[in-house]
């Protein structure tokens, strides 16, 4: 399995950077929206779960399993139903807690074997700026945005 994982503590932006990611694998790569769970997200509830099938670089079809939560050993748990549930699936890209109590109970509970899985993980974290934050956090993301971009385009991933 190959992972992408966004990792951070809270209010780092990893779920608004999954959401702009699914976006953009939406508008300008192709894929579709094949099985969702709160997406897109609403205002009350930011949290999301999706899979997006489409074609990788070498016209090959896959399916990326998206989820934007990963707080606590049950929303984990049904991260790993609605993954159980939409099989099969080549790429999963989530958010990761920073907490490592949290990160063990991801890699436990998603059967995430290091020595046979490939993962990336791209740590983000808090913009605070005083008078510029909107200017520092609008940077941000445009470089986290390119940069998981960047990332999936190339190996492993080839979309």
């Not at 702009?20 to 609403?42: C, E, S």
């Not at 807690?97 to 074997?113: G, H, L, P, Q, Y």
Request: charged share 25%; net charge positive; glycine share 6%.
């Amino acid at each position: 399995m190959k992972y992408l994982l966004l990792g951070g503590a809270p209010n780092t932006g990893k779920t608004g950077s999954l959401n702009r990611l699914a976006a953009t694998l939406i508008t300008t790569k192709g894929f579709r929206n094949v099985a969702n769970w709160n997406y897109p997200p609403t205002v009350t509830n930011g949290d999301f779960r999706l899979i997006l099938e489409g074609l990788d670089n070498n016209k090959n079809l896959i399916r990326i399993y998206i989820n934007s939560a990963s707080d606590t050993k049950k929303i984990i748990q049904d991260c790993k139903k609605f993954y159980d549930d939409n099989q099969p699936v080549d790429i999963i890209i989530s958010s990761i807690r920073d907490i490592f109590s949290a990160r063990t109970e991801f890699f436990n509970i998603m059967k995430v074997d290091n020595s046979i899985d490939y993962i990336m993980e791209l740590p983000l974290a808090k913009v605070r700026r005083g008078n510029h934050r909107g200017l520092c956090l609008k940077w941000y993301e445009e470089k986290i945005d390119k940069l998981a971009v960047h990332t999936l385009e190339n190996d492993p991933y080839n979309l």
